[in-house]
């Protein structure tokens, strides 16, 4: 038996639509079978809720009057990124005080804003004809901004390695506090809650995917970053308008010594389509392995100190060498709990249909280490190339067509007649015809005029 979307959404907006949580689906599969499982169920619904560093907001401010063009911009003295439009900047949610350090960063203006708490914006610009205003001081809250769009690049992994540190002073991590001489173990994840478990193939998971984000509805914009699926690590990049969401499922947070991060609550449903999908939405933490890794060791490849199943982390305790270990969870099981039963709410009110991926997730990924590699040239960093072609010599243009892209900008400008364009819109030059006025001087984007000076 097989189901579409399509039909899914048509029992969810009739009322007839069955709806569990993922750690409902196991009991379920193991009475009825998958095959009966997947005729029964239409949906399970998913949560996690963890700490999410690669996480942020894209904030559109509006044009101030005179307007200014903001080139570096804080938040309660935090600084966003400006390297966009005027008014536009993305706040990360890691990105620290300059005045408080990591003790107030991103994360804590994102759940300001969300709150409704005002926040201080300062602004400055080298200034320009259009952007006349050089510096701006103002008070904002979330309601007046234009948009507010959480994107966050790496989101909901698929599964995390747990952590412990068999040194002898204590580590201050991602990953929590760890103990000296393995005294505790940490571990992430949402075990049989997590999205990326229960459709390990995201076969429905995929671009355009209708989430649960934050406590409001979000989407799945395509792969996250250090996606590698076939290494049991897929990631996903979402967004959301975060006018819409919660401080319930948004909260930061701050590990002492290491820095901020924001808890993310995230939420899949997955459509039961056939009864492979139901085998799959079956899992159990007992199914689901990580390693344990030696903090202790300074590097990208941790020496294993043992490895686990989710059943045997959330008991407690685990065995490393010749004793039990304390272990002890950064992710919210209460919340992700909470996330999945809050989902499977919409969906039964028919508040939430499901939505078919626009494009499958990439089989494979990378999450490879940076390579180190001395830079060949003494310069710390490369300068932009100079002219590709000489200067002329008399007060005529010197035109280059191989640079020239046709945006047309220099159509308006010459009084002579000196650039035309075709019927494809393909911008020529005819250099014979300059009379070295230098109206078009500086107005080329990418530099393919040069000299048009007359200088008698």
């Given at each position: 038996m097989s189901k579409s979307v399509k039909e899914i959404n048509r029992k969810i907006t009739d009322g007839t639509v069955r709806v569990v949580t993922a750690d409902q689906m196991p009991a379920i599969v193991e009475e009825l079978g998958a095959e009966r499982a997947a005729a029964e169920v239409d949906v399970v619904t998913t949560g996690t809720f963890g700490a999410m560093c690669s996480s942020g907001v894209w904030l559109?401010?509006?044009?101030?009057?005179?307007?200014?063009?903001?080139?570096?911009?804080?938040?309660?003295?935090?600084?966003?990124?400006?390297?966009?439009?005027?008014?536009?900047?993305?706040?990360?949610?890691?990105?620290?005080?300059?005045?408080?350090?990591?003790?107030?960063?991103?994360?804590?203006?994102?759940?300001?804003?969300?709150?409704?708490?005002?926040?201080?914006?300062?602004?400055?610009?080298?200034?320009?004809?259009?952007?006349?205003?050089?510096?701006?001081?103002?008070?904002?809250?979330?309601?007046?901004?234009?948009?507010?769009?959480?994107?966050?690049?790496?989101?909901?992994?698929?599964?995390?390695?747990?952590?412990?540190?068999?040194?002898?002073?204590?580590?201050?991590?991602?990953?929590?506090?760890?103990?000296?001489?393995?005294?505790?173990?940490?571990?992430?994840?949402?075990?049989?809650?997590?999205?990326?478990?229960?459709?390990?193939?995201?076969?429905?998971?995929?671009?355009?995917?209708?989430?649960?984000?934050?406590?409001?509805?979000?989407?799945?914009?395509?792969?996250?970053?250090?996606?590698?699926?076939?290494?049991?690590?897929?990631?996903?990049?979402?967004?959301?308008?975060?006018?819409?969401?919660?401080?319930?499922?948004?909260?930061?947070?701050?590990?002492?010594?290491?820095?901020?991060?924001?808890?993310?609550?995230?939420?899949?449903?997955?459509?039961?389509?056939?009864?492979?999908?139901?085998?799959q939405a079956a899992v159990r933490d007992r199914d689901i392995e990580t390693d344990v890794i030696d903090y202790a060791v300074a590097s990208n490849r941790h020496p294993v100190l043992g490895r686990f199943n989710y059943e045997q982390l959330k008991s407690g305790s685990v065995r490393i060498g010749y004793r039990q270990v304390p272990t002890a969870p950064l992710a919210s099981f209460r919340m992700a709990g909470r996330i999945a039963a809050a989902l499977k709410d919409w969906i039964e009110r028919g508040e939430f249909l499901l939505s078919a991926p626009a494009a499958a997730l990439p089989a494979r990924g990378s999450s490879e280490p940076l390579a180190m590699k001395p830079p060949q040239r003494r310069e710390w960093f490369y300068r932009r190339r100079g002219e590709v072609f000489p200067r002329p010599a008399g007060s005529r243009i010197s035109w280059d067509a191989g640079a020239c892209f046709s945006c047309g900008q220099c159509l308006g400008i010459c009084p002579a007649g000196v650039f035309r364009r075709d019927a494809g819109w393909r911008v020529t030059a005819d250099e014979a015809t300059c009379t070295g006025c230098g109206r078009c001087l500086g107005v080329c984007p990418v530099g393919a005029i040069r000299g048009g000076r007359n200088e008698r």
């Open positions: 559109n401010f509006g044009h101030s009057d005179p307007p200014i063009k903001m080139t570096r911009v804080w938040l309660n003295d935090v600084e966003a990124y400006t390297g966009v439009a005027a008014v536009d900047a993305y706040l990360g949610a890691t990105q620290g005080s300059e005045t408080l350090g990591m003790e107030y960063a991103g994360a804590h203006v994102i759940e300001d804003l969300l709150l409704g708490r005002p926040v201080v914006l300062r602004a400055v610009s080298c200034g320009s004809d259009c952007y006349p205003l050089k510096e701006l001081v103002t008070e904002i809250t979330l309601a007046d901004l234009n948009q507010a769009i959480m994107c966050n690049p790496r989101n909901a992994y698929q599964r995390y390695n747990a952590a412990a540190n068999s040194g002898t002073r204590e580590l201050r991590t991602y990953m929590g506090k760890l103990l000296p001489e393995c005294g505790n173990v940490t571990f992430s994840g949402a075990g049989e809650l997590s999205p990326l478990l229960n459709d390990p193939g995201c076969e429905t998971i995929g671009v355009g995917t209708r989430i649960f984000l934050g406590g409001g509805v979000g989407y799945v914009t395509g792969a996250g970053t250090q996606h590698a699926p076939e290494k049991g690590f897929a990631t996903l990049m979402v967004q959301g308008d975060l006018q819409r969401m919660s401080g319930e499922f948004l909260r930061a947070a701050l590990f002492q010594g290491y820095g901020a991060t924001l808890y993310v609550g995230i939420g899949v449903p997955i459509p039961v389509l056939h009864a492979g999908i139901a085998r």
